[in-house]
């Protein structure tokens, strides 16, 4: 009995040791804040409370839910302050996301080439850039480039999965006045579902094709000073599951910052009419 205690405390002293790198399951606080700059996710978070006030359809949610405009109004800009900073971001990174692939997309990231792809990106996402995109597009109307160029740039384009985020990001804001709807005035959200549901499946077709127009054209611009040998090693990455966790990660960020900035304007909402 005694060696069996003996044996059994032992069995359990090296569980509790191994249980802390079994729960470590995301990347530490610097890696976490690394991943968000080289990845150029925090660009997209800086964005997302200026997309999500301009998309939020402000006078159907006073008219279902019976508010005034001016607290409405009020109440979206206290919650997109609420949820404007980096934290969602690096809480998901640190305790939710698979820290084996982002770290496997960090040393991709951190790469001669993947240094060279985020100048080329952030360049791309300047003030200037569209105006100099829509220049560029009329270039390359009267210039096409050759037709292996541009297969490799639909490739790259289908690879980033750039359009899917954006789409995330547009249905997320459409159908949050339906999330708020079922919290604050139950009894309207079926008949607003229903209308929601049939207005995004007559607009999402549409605007997937037209991201996807827009993003390959987009592509052509961003990474028109790199190689096509560049071109083939970024989409190979990008395959790769680390790769899929790279532009999966901004998906769910997007995601936290929407049911966030949801759950702080219905309480700011409820709090106003007390």
Known sequence: ??????????????????LPSMASKGLSDS??????????????????????????????LT?????????????IT????????????????????????????????ASPLGQRIAV??????????????????????????????????????????SDQVILTLMKG????????TEALTPDAAATLKAGLDDEWNKIEPMLREQFSQYMIMGAHYSYRNLSDADLKNYTAFLNTPSGQAYWQAGIEIINLYMQAFVKELVTII????K
């Open 120 to 161: 080329e990106e952030r360049a791309a996402s300047s003030a200037d850039a569209q105006l100099e995109m829509q220049a560029y597009a009329m270039e390359m109307a009267n210039t096409p480039p050759p037709p292996e160029r541009i297969k490799l740039i639909q490739n790259l384009a289908g690879a980033l999965n």
């Open 173 to 180: 804001t459409f159908y949050s006045l339906l999330d708020i």
């Open 1 to 18: 009995m005694k060696r069996l205690l003996t044996l059994s405390t032992l069995f359990l002293a090296l569980i509790s040791l191994s």
């Open 63 to 75: 008219e279902t839910n019976q508010l005034k405009f001016d607290e409405a109004q009020t109440a």
């Open 78 to 109: 206290q919650a997109i302050q609420s949820v404007q900073d980096r934290n969602i971001a690096l809480k998901y990174l640190t305790t939710e996301a698979d820290a084996a692939l982002l770290k496997g997309a960090m040393t991709f990231l």
């Open 270 to 273: 409820k709090e106003s009419k």
């Open 31 to 60: 890696q976490a804040q690394t991943f968000l700059h080289d990845s150029g996710l925090d660009t997209l978070i800086s964005s997302l409370p200026e997309a999500m006030e301009q998309q939020l359809n402000l006078q159907r």
